[in-house]
């Protein structure tokens, strides 16, 4: 079998736009979904059942379906009502956003709960509100064990991107799929965009090892 | 000072105080013994509503705590607590677990509040240690910084959950020192405790709990020499 770089090279520049597209719509994701999540997760927590029901369902809803689905749904479904043109970048922006927003707020509620009670409640007994002591003293804790769960995501959502190659938004699997399409290879373009993945997933693990590495010696 | 009436708390099913009614004066020092499970954490923690309760009143300082127009904030910037597992704030140093109330909540200029922290490191000890974390004290060390963190808000009253029970026996005593000296300062506190030398030293009046009520209340001597209840007798019994 010959494996024929040639089409490799064609779509090298192509491969290389799609993988910033990657890489910026799991960036996106990260902070539109961090933003959110907070929001989301602190609202999980609250202890009025009505205020928090909404809060479930929502983490309920984007972590119990498959984020493929979620695609469509805003893609051919939420944006059209917005806008007359949906762009498939900002559907794809918004899906993962939406998503990671719910396992983020999982991530910040799981944070949070993991530092003793006494914290709050020694924040509490020297006059603090509920929000002064979130923020200088429970949040500051809870974040630095966040680290890990949140890098964790964004591996995630680099790899799970790749699912907005199904509504034509040119990141990297789509411009895989693209010369798949042309040359009727399988091996060439598939694989290459696999690497090409790999490399960022094992590069953000390393880096979150050493982040890891030097917090936990502080 | 203080002044609760017929103060009732159930958790669920379980009524952990049935009734308790108690008046501390201003400068006074009451400790409350008892034996585990009897309600002293829970009385305590009622009285600056880290635990909300059922029935009944509490009124510190002119301030009704079940009043809906009280601010619990405010009571609580007049109310220090200490507890038996310090609650350092660990991502801090000791100078910025004592500033930064004072800081957040009274507001003050930094300068002031460093001032008032290394006054306060100074009484307690511990001055060379303003600018270490606390996950390098000795547990007796980190006590005395709790204490000096509470008194930092300048509290009018100071409770104190058996503050030396998670304390290595030999950093009781530098504990009880810094708190005899705040009692002897006219501080007015509320001590549950099983130190009953302390107790019987440096209390007031001493108050006994067992099954969610106040069984007897008197003087160290009224107590513990002469108890009055069968209860108390047994539980001193075991303990002293
Ligand atoms: N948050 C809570 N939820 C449910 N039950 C609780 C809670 N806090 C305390 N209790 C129960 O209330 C009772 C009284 O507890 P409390 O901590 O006030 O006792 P204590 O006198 O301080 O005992 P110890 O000497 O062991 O500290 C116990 O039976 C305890 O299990
Ligand atoms: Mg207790």
């Not at chain 1, 895989?176 to 290459?192: D, I, S």
């Not at chain 2, 099983?194 to 107790?199: D, Q, S």
Request: glycine share 6%.
């Amino acid at each position: 079998m010959d494996f024929r770089f040639d089409i490799i090279q064609e779509y090298a520049p192509f491969f290389l736009q799609g993988v910033l597209l990657t890489i910026g719509l799991s960036l996106i994701a990260i902070i539109v979904g961090s933003i959110l999540g907070l929001a989301i997760g602190l609202g999980k927590m609250s202890k009025k059942v009505l205020v928090r029901l909404p809060f479930e369902w929502y983490i309920n809803f984007f972590r119990g379906t498959p984020l493929f689905v979620q695609i469509l749904l805003v893609h051919f479904g939420l944006m059209p009502l917005l806008f007359a043109q949906p762009s498939p970048t900002v559907s794809a922006a918004v899906s993962l956003s939406l998503n990671s927003a719910a396992y983020i707020a999982e991530i910040f509620r799981a944070g949070i709960q993991s530092i003793d009670k006494g914290q709050m409640e020694a924040a509490r007994s020297l006059g603090m509100t509920h929000a002064q002591a979130m923020r200088y003293v429970i949040l500051p804790q809870a974040l630095k064990r966040m680290i890990p769960p949140f890098a964790n995501e964004f591996i995630v959502l680099i790899k799970d991107s790749s699912l907005a190659a199904i509504i034509a938004a040119p990141e990297l699997m789509y411009w895989g799929r693209a010369a798949q399409g042309q040359y009727y290879r399988v091996w060439e373009p598939y694989l290459t965009v696999a690497l090409i993945y790999l490399i960022l997933t094992l590069s953000l693990s390393k880096l979150l090892h050493y982040l890891e590495r030097k917090y936990s010696t502080q | 000072m203080i002044k609760v009436t017929n103060l009732k708390k159930s958790f669920g099913h379980l009524q952990v105080l049935k009734g308790i009614d108690a008046h501390i004066k201003e400068r006074e020092v009451v400790v409350v013994i008892g034996p585990s499970g009897s309600g002293k954490s829970t009385f305590l923690r009622c009285l600056n509503l880290l635990e909300d309760f059922d029935e009944g009143d509490i009124v510190i300082d002119g301030y009704h705590l079940k009043d809906k127009n009280t601010d619990i904030n405010k009571v609580r910037e007049e109310v220090g607590m200490v507890f038996q597992r310090f609650n350092l704030f660990p991502h801090m140093t000791v100078l910025d677990n004592i500033t930064l109330a004072p800081l957040k909540v009274r507001k003050w200029p930094l300068e002031k509040a460093k001032a008032t922290a290394m006054e306060l490191l100074k009484k307690v000890g511990l001055q060379d240690k303003a600018n270490v974390y606390p996950d390098s004290l000795s547990g007796g060390q980190a006590q005395r910084v709790a204490i000096a963190r509470a008194l930092a808000m300048g509290p009018k009253v100071m409770l104190f959950d058996e503050p030396t029970s998670a304390l290595d026996p030999e950093m009781v005593g530098e504990v009880l020192s810094v708190m005899k000296q705040l009692a002897n300062e006219g501080m007015t506190m509320v001590v549950v405790t099983h130190e009953m030398g302390f107790a019987r030293e440096v209390g007031d009046r001493v108050l006994f709990m067992d099954g969610g009520y106040i069984v007897e209340e008197g003087t160290p001597s009224d107590i513990f020499d002469n108890p009055q209840h069968e209860r108390t007798k047994a539980f001193l019994s075991k303990v002293l």
